[in-house]
């Protein structure tokens, strides 16, 4: 660390401020079959297209953005790829961001598993048992865990950077656009948002998107969902 940046960081300095564009990438053919739908790499159902035509409009996801993530998986590819083609090659695909891994319940649903011993204490406690093949609960937890922290020290950066170099301490407000799956996105509400629980927290639906006003201070992140 160099000593300018050593001074800024023992400095109290206001907390940085990120607009965090969440969009859930568009139905697949799973989806609509209600099949579950982890790591397995489908792509978009062609029916996405008019679902992710009116997300292209919204402003939400056609102003600039000063970090673009996606999941790695082809379906949200697909979906960044349609409602913001100029983002594609300066986006970062993150397998972080990918849905958890449902291992050997991939591509089942409901009904088929209902009768599976296993599958009924999964679903009754996720947090301690894990589908054969698959991924625990601590691990998915982690890695977004591993993400939400690397982008506040990346904003971070930045922020101590515009200071330096400005000779000036200030908030820096910037939009970040996020790519990915339906189960990502509750796990962040539910880190976040004090009160949410993965269970208790809202997805928005295949194709559409939600945003979150971010604040990190003193390595932490907290949110507003109020709109203010």
């Known amino acids: ?8 960081l023992d400095m109290a300095f206001p907390s940085i401020e990120l607009e965090l564009v969440l969009v859930r990438h568009g139905q697949t053919q799973w989806n609509a079959e209600h099949r ?3 790591h397995s790499d489908l792509p978009l159902l062609s029916s996405a297209v008019e679902q992710l035509s009116q997300l292209k409009q ?5 102003n600039d953005f000063w970090c673009v993530f996606c ?11 349609y409602i913001s083609p100029s983002l594609e090659k300066v986006a970062v695909y993150d397998p972080r961001l990918r ?3 449902f291992g050997a319940f991939e591509g089942c649903t409901y009904e088929e598993l209902k009768d ?3 599958y009924r204490r999964w679903i009754d406690n996720p947090s301690t048992i894990t589908p054969p093949d698959g991924e625990t609960w601590a691990q998915f937890d982690e890695r977004l865990r591993s993400f939400l922290s690397d ?7 930045t922020f101590v950077q515009a200071a330096i170099s400005e000779k000036k301490a200030e908030v820096i407000t910037n939009r970040v656009l996020v790519v990915t799956h339906g189960g990502v996105i509750r796990n962040f509400l539910a ?4 009160g949410v629980t993965f269970y208790s927290a809202v997805a928005p639906s295949p194709g559409t998107a939600m945003v979150l006003r971010l604040f990190w201070q003193n390595g932490q992140w907290s949110a507003d969902i109020s709109g203010n």
């Open 116 to 118: 599976n011993s296993l």
């Open 191 to 194: 880190q976040l948002i004090p």
């Open 99 to 101: 849905e958890i891994n």
């Open 1 to 8: 660390m160099d000593m300018d940046r050593g001074l800024m």
């Open 36 to 38: 579950y739908l982890g």
């Open 58 to 62: 919204q402003s939400e996801v056609s």
């Open 151 to 157: 982008l506040g020290r990346g904003a971070e950066d």
């Open 71 to 81: 999941s790695d998986l082809l379906r949200c590819r697909e979906t960044l790829a």
